[in-house]
């Protein structure tokens, strides 16, 4: 991600919609998905560190992400250490040593996504899990994948292949963003043809933005009780085991 990008998040994810929207929703699942405390936890991709608040309660955090900037404009206090590296190099970390780990918005980036989801099951203990989330649908490809650097956009059975392929059991799958889809969909549409033009990192004005916000928010009801059908993100939760996958 460009350094320009990490700026744009420090400055809006406070405020912006789509983040404040996704905060809520991952607050409840994780709430709901993950009740020990003091667990081994560890965030690849940890950016600007916006949602590390939301694993702080849970146990002590170890932090991954490959870019200098993320040391640079991320609020670190609730991490007990950082590493700059490249996931799709590895993960420096030694086998069955973490409970949870976290992978938000992350894995699009990277060219070697399976040998990422390798790396993950790796340093999981048995029994430990994963929490995913990533872009959905290769047609809402746009400016915004481009200049983030994203490899590609997912569907959820080649997600879920990728889980198999590394000896997950599923635990949870949902598409989320569902309610603004139509209209991320229909902006998405009108900029492949030229008719709009809209900044996907821009802030709207503050009626719109408090409206999508609320729109966004409501999802935290839905997300960790329900899998939704389609939706501008995907979402798994996944298990280590002895390799046989169960959908529940």
Known sequence: MEERKYAIFQKNEHRHWWFRGKHQ???????REILPRQQRI???????GFFLSLLAPYG???GIDFSPHALQYSNRKFLAACILNDIGRGIPLKNNSMDIVSILDVIEHVEQDQFVLDEIFRVLVPG????????????????HDVISHHQRRYVMADLISCFEKSGFRITRKTYFNTMLFPLILGVRLLNKIGLCVADDDQLPSPAVNALLKFIFGLEKYLVPR???PFG?????IAQKNNGTVTFL
């Open 60 to 62: 002590k955090i170890i």
């Open 232 to 236: 501008v993100s995907l979402l798994v």
């Open 128 to 143: 430990g899990k994963v929490i995913l989330t990533t872009s959905a649908y290769p047609f809402l490809w746009s400016h």
């Open 25 to 31: 929703v991952l607050n409840a699942l994780i709430r």
């Open 42 to 48: 560890l965030d690849i991709g940890f950016g600007t």
């Open 226 to 228: 329900f899998a939704l």
